[in-house]
């Protein structure tokens, strides 16, 4: 919230003016920020003060852009997010509120329909998951209770990136969050305390496989990664396999017996009505990218 007084305007001017000129010479640096999710998006007070920061970026350094992040839940045109030369949305369309299907594209070609001039960048997005909860397929999860299956999150961003990846007009976007963290008002997923929406785990050592959804989709290096490789532990017979990879073509075995050879275009390679045995059950999966043999395994449990 912005205080009305002359006090905290001068203080936050000559924040955000000293912010500049201590870090003008990094080159990492291409934006400056002047506000994120401000509640009062439409008073006086909170645009009269965006309007003076926006001012000292372009008096101090014309060269780099201004920046403002909307909240997902306030109008596109909130008077707050109009100051800048680029503006970023946080939404969460698949989370708390909306479907992850479509709502995000949707919205985006909107925007960019009604304000075809305006910049516009995803700076929010995402989901909860534990990697001690699992369910083939889940529904979406009620984000303040305890239930956050990993495979929803990746059901999820399987669904916003390529939604995101069809619509060039986004400049940016950006997945919240890379790591699971502190945050003590919350009390839900498998613990409290944790916004749980990394997609890695908070002590850096559980990639979820979300992670590698982004792997295969972004990185150069090969990727082969069997998905729910956790839930180790099965009631249900028929099941799912669902790999992620850069590969052209992946071939999964189950108990060393060929479930055939998959191709596909978006980087996810689906087995369906796989039907697990008592005991352990092994899953092989091997493909061959830029000339080299990967392989990934699994041990999943029925009973």
Do not use: C
């Not at 479509?102 to 989901?127: C, F, K, T």
Request: zero cysteines.
């Amino acid at each position: 919230m912005v205080t009305d007084s002359a006090a905290f305007t001068t203080s936050t001017q000559n924040q955000l003016r000293e912010l500049i000129r201590q870090n003008y010479n990094h080159p990492s640096i291409a934006f400056w920020g002047i506000g994120n999710e401000l509640l009062d998006y439409n008073g006086t007070a909170t645009n009269r003060l965006l309007t003076s920061l926006a001012d000292i970026i372009e008096a101090e350094d014309p060269d780099r852009l201004s920046a403002y992040a909307v909240r997902g839940e306030d109008p596109d045109n909130a008077q707050a997010g109009l100051h800048t030369r680029t503006t970023g949305f946080n939404k969460y369309y698949g989370w708390y509120y909306g479907s992850k299907d479509n709502d995000l594209g949707a919205w985006a070609d909107n925007l960019h329909a009604n304000s075809p001039s305006r910049r516009i960048a995803m700076s929010e997005y995402g989901v909860g998951a534990s990697t001690t909860q699992h369910a083939l397929n889940p529904p979406k999860p009620d984000p303040g209770g305890s239930w956050h299956p990993e495979e929803y999150q990746s059901l999820f961003h399987e669904a916003a990136w390529k939604q995101l990846a069809d619509r060039p007009f986004i400049w940016g976007t950006f997945v919240w969050a890379m790591f699971d963290f502190a945050s003590d008002g919350r009390n839900e997923g498998d613990r409290p305390g944790i916004n749980d929406k990394g997609l890695v785990t908070r002590d850096r050592q559980i990639r979820k496989d979300a992670f590698y959804w982004y792997k295969a989709n972004w990185a150069d290096a090969p990727t082969l990664y069997i998905t729910s490789r956790r839930w180790t532990r099965r009631t249900d017979a028929t099941t799912e396999l669902k790999v992620y990879s850069n590969a052209d073509r992946v071939t999964a075995t189950l108990n060393g017996a060929s479930l055939s050879t998959l191709s596909s275009s978006d980087h996810i390679f689906r087995w369906t009505d796989v039907t697990l045995r008592p005991g352990q059950n092994t899953v092989t999966v091997t493909a061959t990218i830029n000339g080299s043999t990967y392989t990934d395994s699994v041990n999943w449990t029925l009973g």
